[in-house]
């Protein structure tokens, strides 16, 4: 049976491969690029890009995602039971105390982030706090504490930068081709080998984007189960987060900072794609959605057959 610490080198593993794809997309993106424009410099500033935003990734990650949620960290002193709940569940976990930040937002919603057990950082919305009971709360705590010890979070956050990225090298690249002229200025001087780079160019800089959130998608959903299932196992209560998933599955309105980028990190998913009402959902937010459905989630707690 899977238990808090089962997958944690398979996620080592899963980082370390979504680092090394990005690296040879990006390079792969700038030597297609250095042929079309005829300059070295486009690779080699390709190559220091790719390595920069993988230390960029593991290093800083939590902060951008904290920044981009405009999450401030928990006053121990005004909310010293909140403090405490997570403090316990850390002990009992084994982990250390991860810092404890809150989103001010009513959509109730919770992540953890981070790079690793001593430096990760768990995060709940104030319309979380303001919804559930206390067993609730210490449910979905529990959860977000599991995803650090499974380093689920290291796979996670890593993902939103190096998807992000590549995102923005792609769409950098494309509008200076165009800026430059596709078709015309010195192509003709290059022949047919230059007309084909320049093909594989624009075809890449539209395809990269896709190939990035595959890599994202390769996250899977097993790990909700799996988060589920271990925080179950730390409070011994595993009705108190399937009572809290009902609730935060009611709510209707969507995280007001939610991001594709960041959605898979959160409990559930901002914009509602893993809801019983998510026919309402757009097609491609449901489709690319990290999480399994609230419903199966609550039944697997439960023990119930679907």
Known sequence: MATLYTQRSANIHKTLLLMTMFLILVMGIGFVFSQVYQSPAILYFAVIFSVVMNIVGYWFSDRIVLRMHHARPVD?????????????????????????????????NAFATGRNAEHAVVCVTTGLLGMLDRSELEGVLAHELSHIGNRDMLVSTVAVVLVGFVSIASDIFMRSLWFRGVGGGDREDRGNAGAIFMIIGVALSILAPIFATMIHLAISRKREFLADASGALLTRYPDGLASALEKIGGYTQPLRTATNATAHLFLQNPFGADRENAGHTPLLVRLFSTHPPISERIRALRGEKT
């Open 76 to 108: 121990e002193r005004e909310n010293r039971e909140l403090h405490r709940v997570l403090e316990n569940l850390a002990i009992t976990a084994g982990l250390p105390m991860p810092r404890f930040y809150i989103i001010d937002d009513p959509a109730p």
